[in-house]
């Protein structure tokens, strides 16, 4: 592999039914890294595909009623629909039933054979159909596969087996000597376990057609099929040449990182090296295996009902929200949880209320004050210059941390980038700038505003890279530059002075948690039904006599003191203004009908009491997350606040 090159795989997915999230995973992951490597100016290669071989295969096109190439042809798809969903950039896309691959495996199965690797034995073991794997009775777990934890069935049949057993005290020393070749360390230290444990058995490389017909034919033996995994392990190497484009192979192998889950690590770091070691071909440099996504302290699985569809979490919350969610979210090699409330906590936080509504306020000022040109360029302050050191160090973070394949690390440090912005925005209150006709200094700390979300965007493209794309395109990049490169994220102070500035719609807006909205509902509505039901029992209530509730109903509102940073009118409205408060270190958008009292400007800096759990709502198609609490009498409309000085975020109560 040259030395300034990348090549990535995934594994390739079993078409037996529609693809879930640990697919979604691994390929987002692939694809990030692709991206960053592509942006940091390094050759790459992206490979992914479908395994289509075997007895599931067989058995579920029988269940329809077609063939089994017909049943890959109609699964595929789904896949690939969802890859494009999804924005995934794969160089190739293999199929284990194409010819360019069987021709290859076929090959490989020619030469071992004729070298002795590959013999014919009689053999009876533990078979696991769902698996497709022979165990021995040591292995069983209680009797079942040690892998699915089904039953097994006892099979005994003439089979051709792969001499892997000889390799075995090669590939410890391969292991041993080259740390990095099996990542995370714990993983290293598994595969080791089970080399050492006990003698490494030859691998059964056959399934006879009258059992199983669906499979690449063995060359030397026409009754009989390939297994499964020695076919479809071969795609990494078939797919880029290896016996057809030697100079292709020589670019791209040995692969740069095998991306795996942590439940085929031994079919990765024992079958395939063994194999590699056969072949004399070089090992991959490094076998990834991630962790599994979680509901609670459970994998999801089908049987169990809690698998997540990729497909209901982008239409529900959109494409990238969901890339970014599953690389923040996970630390590499360790296993994460994943509900619907946890991606809404992040989403709003991260996404909607520090990055989205930084982008939001940025911009718009600029519109305003600019006529939507970006300002020109200015002197750095000591406030600009922590700002400007944290971006460009966040530069060099997040390339470190692709390198370490510690990604959610290196996103955090981008958003940290974020939140310091916002509370340089806060701090040099441009609204007040603006206000007191301070063109010069206000377009300064825009223009640093705006090169931190260039710095920020660019980083997080890989990503996010239709919302990033969005938001370059909004501060004024050109087209040729939409696409970031590592060295323009590694200096400050350089977009173009007067180019366009437009952002026309929110990036992220707000979400909601369905599931609890959908209590609320329930909760309202049982409440109205006891309340009709009440009225029935005890006649009716005097209309004049107020409701009494208990200290448990009060403390069901979350009341909070906050400070009014900028106020503008709606259109089309003569009693409601858009307001953005800060509460303690979170910036919310407020809609309140407050515009006959208060000008937008007078609003500046006050200190007042929101409503801080209340359930958002769209007011003239503006969304609103919270409400000011406000006193009216004979027409005169009082904000309430406190009296005296006091921190924003501080409960009432």
Not at 70 to 85: G, I
Not at 260 to 276: A, E, F, N, Q, R
Not at 404 to 411: K, T
Not at 479 to 508: C, T
Request: hydrophobic share 40%.
């Amino acid at each position: 592999m040259g030395h300034n090159s990348f090549y990535v795989t995934t594994p390739i997915y079993y078409v037996n039914d529609k693809p879930h999230i640990g697919h979604a995973y691994t390929t987002i992951l692939a694809d990030v890294l692709a991206r960053y490597h592509r942006l940091m100016g390094e050759a790459t290669y992206f490979l992914t595909g479908t395994d289509e071989h075997g007895q599931k295969v067989q058995q579920a096109a029988k269940a329809h009623n077609v063939s089994p190439l017909e049943h890959c042809n109609n699964t595929v798809v789904r896949f690939q629909e969802l890859w494009q969903r999804l924005g995934i950039t794969n160089d190739d896309f293999i199929r284990t039933t194409e010819p360019r691959h069987t021709r290859i495996v076929q090959a490989i199965l020619s030469d071992l054979y004729e070298r002795g690797l590959i013999y014919s034995d009689s053999y009876k073991g533990c078979y696991c159909v769902p698996c497709e794997r022979f165990f021995t009775e040591r292995d069983l777990d209680d009797g079942k596969c040690p892998e699915c934890r089904r039953t097994t069935i006892e099979l005994e049949e003439r089979s051709y087996f792969f001499k892997m057993g000889q390799y075995q005290d090669q590939l410890i020393d391969y292991i041993e000597s080259h740390p990095d070749f099996i990542q995370p360390a714990h993983r290293r230290q598994e595969t080791l376990g089970f080399l050492k444990k006990q003698p490494l058995g030859d691998l059964c490389i056959s399934r006879p057609k009258a059992r199983l017909s669906w499979g690449i034919e063995l060359p030397f033996d026409r009754d009989y099929v390939t297994y499964v995994w020695f076919d479809a392990l071969v795609n990494y190497i078939s797919a880029i040449g290896y016996r057809s484009n030697e100079a292709q192979f020589k670019k791209w192998w040995p692969a740069s990182y095998h991306l795996i889950g942590k439940d085929i690590l031994t079919t990765h770091t024992v079958y395939w090296p063994t194999m590699l070691m056969a072949m004399d071909v070089e090992l991959p440099k490094t076998v990834f295996a991630h962790g599994w996504w979680l509901v609670g302290d459970t994998k999801m699985s089908k049987s169990l009902n809690n698998v997540v569809n990729p497909m209901d979490m982008i239409d529900q919350y959109g494409v990238d929200a969901f890339r970014y969610f599953l690389m923040a979210g996970m630390s590499l090699g360790q296993d994460a949880n994943f509900t619907e409330k946890i991606f809404v906590e992040r989403y709003n936080a991260d996404l909607a209320n520090d990055l989205g509504n930084l982008a939001s306020r940025a911009t718009k000022m600029i519109e305003r004050n600019f006529a939507g040109q970006m300002p020109p360029s200015a002197e750095i302050g000591d406030d600009e210059r922590v700002l400007a050191d944290l971006c460009l160090a966040a530069a060099d973070n997040m390339a470190e941390a692709v390198k370490n394949m510690q990604l959610d690390s290196g996103l955090a440090s981008v958003m940290a980038t974020i939140r310091e912005a916002n509370r340089y925005f806060d701090k040099m209150k441009p609204w007040a700038l603006s206000k007191a006709g301070d063109l010069a200094t206000l377009g300064k700390v825009l223009r640093h505003t705006m090169e931190c979300l260039r710095i920020a965007s660019g980083l997080l493209y890989p990503c996010m890279p239709e919302k990033m794309t969005i938001l370059r395109r909004a501060m004024g990049i050109s087209e040729d530059a939409l696409a970031p490169q590592l060295p323009r994220l590694r200096q400050w102070n350089i977009l173009p002075e007067g180019s366009k500035v437009a952002l026309d719609e929110a990036l992220f807006p707000r979400a909601e948690y369905k599931e609890e909205a959908a209590k609320e509902a329930q909760t309202s509505k049982a409440a109205s039904a006891k309340g009709k039901n009440k009225e029935k029992t005890a006649g009716k209530q005097d209309e004049a006599t107020p409701a009494v509730i208990s200290i448990a109903e009060v403390g069901k509102i979350k009341l909070q003191t906050a400070e009014i940073i900028a106020a503008e009118p709606i259109a089309n409205s003569d009693k409601l203004l858009k307001l953005q408060v800060r509460i303690d270190q979170e910036q919310r958008q407020i809609v309140s009908g407050i515009a006959k009292f208060y000008s937008p400007e007078s609003l500046i800096g006050k200190h007042v009491v929101v409503i801080t759990n209340l359930k958002p709502a769209v007011l003239r198609g503006v969304e609103s997350n919270g409400m000011l609490l406000a006193a009216e009498h004979e027409g005169v409309l009082r904000l309430v606040g406190t009296d005296g000085p006091i921190a924003s975020g501080a409960t009432v109560g």
